[in-house]
C-alpha cells in the first residue's frame, strides 16, 4: 500500500530552488557586526612579556578607564635585552610615568576619571624593584587603583 499523500497524480515533482537574493544583504550584516564588536588593538608592543598565572583572578569592567603599562624585556634584532618600560606606543622611563598617567586623564571623561585603573602586564621574571619604582611613580601621580594583569592558573590534579 503506498502513501497517497506524498504522491500525486504519479508525477514526480522537483525540490524549488533556493533563492539567493537576500545573501549578499546577510553577509554584509555579518561583516558589520563583526566590525562593531571587534576591538581593534592601538599599541603595538615593543617589549615581549610572559604574562604570570594565578589563582584568584578578577575580570575589569570598566575597560575605558583602564590604562595599561607594560614591562618586559626589550625586543631587538638579536633577541631579547634587559627588562624596560613601554607606555603608549614608546618605550619609557620611571620619570615618564608622571606625565605619562595625566596625559591619560586628561583624555578621559570626568567620570572615567574617577574609575581610573593602571594596569601593570609586567613578565613572570620581572624584577620586583622596577615594579616598585613603577608604584611609587604612580602613587607620586595620584594614580592609586593598581592591577597586575594574569592568566588563571590551571590545577592539575594528580590520580
Known sequence: MRN???ERNGSDREVPGLNMASLPDLIF???????????????TLKVHYEVPQ?????????KGSVVSIYVGREQ?????GDFCIQLNNEVATIDDIKSF???ERLRMSSEDQA????????????PMGLIADIKQALQQ????KINYSATEKKDIINN
Open 54 to 62: 594565578g589563582t584568584e583572578l578578577q575580570k575589569m569592567r570598566h
Open 4 to 6: 497517497r499523500y506524498f
Open 141 to 144: 601621580s595620584y594614580a592609586l
Open 76 to 80: 631587538t634584532a638579536n633577541g631579547s
Open 29 to 43: 550584516t555579518v561583516l558589520f557586526f563583526f566590525m562593531i564588536v571587534t576591538h581593534m588593538r592601538d599599541v
Open 115 to 126: 574609575r581610573m585603573t593602571v594596569s601593570i602586564k609586567a613578565d613572570k621574571d620581572a
Open 101 to 103: 598617567v595625566e596625559e
